[in-house]
Nanobody, 115 residues
Framework: VQLQASGGGLVQPGGSLRLSCAAS????????MGWYRQAPGKQRELVALSISGATAKYADYVKGRFTISRGDAQTTVYLQMNSLKPEDTAVYYC??????????WGQGTLVTVSS
């Protein structure tokens, strides 16, 4: 299974970006799909999770600004990011966990929020 993340880029504060992550090599849906991020000099941290495609969980620092969603086949995950702040600057990684607890990571996509 491979995860391919895309959609990062440079955006001004207050702007929006939409990240996408598509899984290949798997015909099964995933139990959990989510997004994490890692800023320079910091540890990787949770951003948002989609559990069973029905429940969304968000870190406090993105609540009300970011929205996670899945594609119909449950093998793609999106992150709509609104009202971006400079502190949202990081490499964003997608993650997927199968119903059998196999864990996969994408390669990361850089989001830079700067004027």
């Amino acid at each position: 299974v491979q995860l391919q993340a895309s959609g990062g880029g440079l955006v001004q504060p207050g702007g929006s970006l939409r990240l996408s992550c598509a899984a290949s090599g798997s015909t099964s849906s995933f139990y959990v799909m989510g997004w994490y991020r890692q800023a320079p000099g910091k540890q990787r941290e949770l951003v948002a999770l989609s559990i069973s495609g029905a429940t969304a969980k968000y870190a406090d620092y993105v609540k009300g600004r970011f929205t996670i969603s899945r594609g119909d086949a449950q093998t793609t995950v999106y992150l709509q990011m609104n009202s971006l702040k400079p502190e949202d600057t990081a490499v964003y990684y997608c993650n997927a966990v199968t119903w059998g607890a196999n864990d996969y990571w994408g390669q990361g996509t850089l989001v830079t929020v700067s004027s």
